[in-house]
């Protein structure tokens, strides 16, 4: 059955986007040993185009011609930053919140800590992944799955709008000092309120619904709603995270569950 409604652009787009992601075969691999694998082509953290083809090929990751401009989008001038790459894996393999917290922290931090900066760098281009690089790769349209190229410009244009505010909300929750621990980020998207950050389908979602809080906002002089509540999860689960890594959660922790893409707005 098709994505056929009298909004269409909702569900299709999201189904059109999870495509993209899935065709580069990240999710038939578990995180840690892609991980692992990437660090064996780095040269001071970078990779030039025969060691990324090598690292994809050693891995069976998907180097085909939609793929290889994909890639070409990721480039920083000649080369491709390690710790892009290792981004990318945390976002598409399988694997625990805790080994992708920490493969983050590995590639972005030092000692075992990340510092404030270089942690808004990390999000951001967890961010920028997701709405600018990854949707590139967007199935496209069908019978069965129909919406058009301005419908899924508009709904990453919103997402977009989310995400300036939705990374310094998350720097002001997690920093309290100039860095924060491993232990410490595990523990801040350990939080089921937080999870949702490495998913990217759930972090589109997120950012649109900071963005549409944003408009509204504007429109009615009041100030945008907190874009740490997860709007996927029944209850609203705020996170304070302390100098030894502990937290506090406002209500009992739940299962995340998937929430519908609203492209309409």
């Not at 894996?89 to 030092?110: F, H, T, Y």
């Not at 281009?125 to 496209?140: K, M, T, W």
């Not at 490495?198 to 589109?204: A, D, H, M």
Request: charged share 25%; aromatic share 6%; proline share 4%.
């Amino acid at each position: 059955m098709g994505c056929n409604s009298s909004r269409p652009e909702k569900p299709c787009l999201e189904i059109a986007l999870i495509n993209g992601d899935n065709s580069l075969q990240y999710g038939l691999h578990d995180v840690w040993s892609i991980n692992s694998s990437l660090k064996t082509f780095l040269k001071d953290g970078k990779l030039g185009k025969s060691e990324l083809r090598q690292y994809l090929k050693t891995n069976s990751l998907s180097y085909d011609e939609k793929a290889e401009s994909f890639y070409k989008s990721l480039k920083t001038g000649k080369i491709f930053e390690g710790n892009v790459l290792a981004t990318l894996a945390c976002l598409l393999c399988k694997g625990s919140v805790q080994i992708k917290s920490e493969v983050l922290v590995d590639s972005w931090g030092q000692g075992g800590k990340i510092g404030n900066e270089e942690f808004g760098k990390m999000i951001h281009c967890v961010f920028e992944l997701v709405i600018e690089n990854l949707p590139l790769l967007a199935s496209a349209p069908t019978t069965d799955n129909n919406y058009t190229p301005d419908e899924l410009t508009r709904f990453l244009e919103r997402a977009k709008a989310g995400i300036e505010k939705s990374k310094q909300e998350i720097i002001d929750v997690l920093f309290t000092t100039d860095s924060c621990t491993k232990s410490q980020i595990q523990e801040f998207f350990a939080n089921p309120n937080n999870e949702s950050w490495l998913v990217p389908c759930s972090i589109r979602q997120r950012l649109k619904a900071v963005g549409k809080s944003i408009r509204k906002s504007r429109k009615s002089g009041k100030h945008a709603g907190n874009s740490l509540q997860d709007p996927a999860l029944n209850n609203k689960v705020s996170l304070t995270v302390e100098p030894n890594g502990e937290h506090h959660d406002s209500d009992h922790p739940q299962k995340h569950h998937g929430g519908k893409i609203d492209a309409s707005e």
